[in-house]
């Protein structure tokens, strides 16, 4: 399976504050709204996240636990100093991962952590813990 584009739907009572989180922060643009669903996606239209009430006429409410959206970023020290800028509240303050990640953690609207990353080297503890999986592809 090839994946062309990939897209994350919320449920949401916040679809305005969530529309406008990541459009702001995010870059992403609005590509469809109604009154129950908002679509954005990215500048290059290869991925993109919705947000959709938690019940409407029939259906589970939902309630967007547990969940959390990562982000690969060019340059992650420039995101977050403009993240140091705005009123929002940072999770988890800028970090190198041992696993191979320089990231943050922010909360969008609905409390889902958006994890914010750049690659960079692993320790060589992780080197080893994931050599094995990396031979056997």
Known sequence: MKIKRI??????????????????YFGFKLA???????????QT?????????PQREEGEIFGGRGMILSFEVEDVDAEYEKFQ???????QVLQDKPWGERSFVV???NGVHVYVYKLIEQTDEYKT?????????
């Open 7 to 24: 897209d994350t739907t919320f449920s949401t009572d916040r679809m305005q504050e969530s529309k406008d989180f990541y459009m702001k």
């Open 32 to 42: 469809y709204e109604s009154d129950w669903y908002i679509e954005l996606t990215t």
């Open 45 to 53: 239209e290869d991925a993109g996240i919705s947000f959709t009430l």
């Open 85 to 91: 800028d705005e009123e929002i509240t940072i999770c």
């Open 107 to 109: 909360d969008d609207p």
């Open 129 to 137: 813990l994931y050599s094995p999986f990396k031979e056997a592809r």
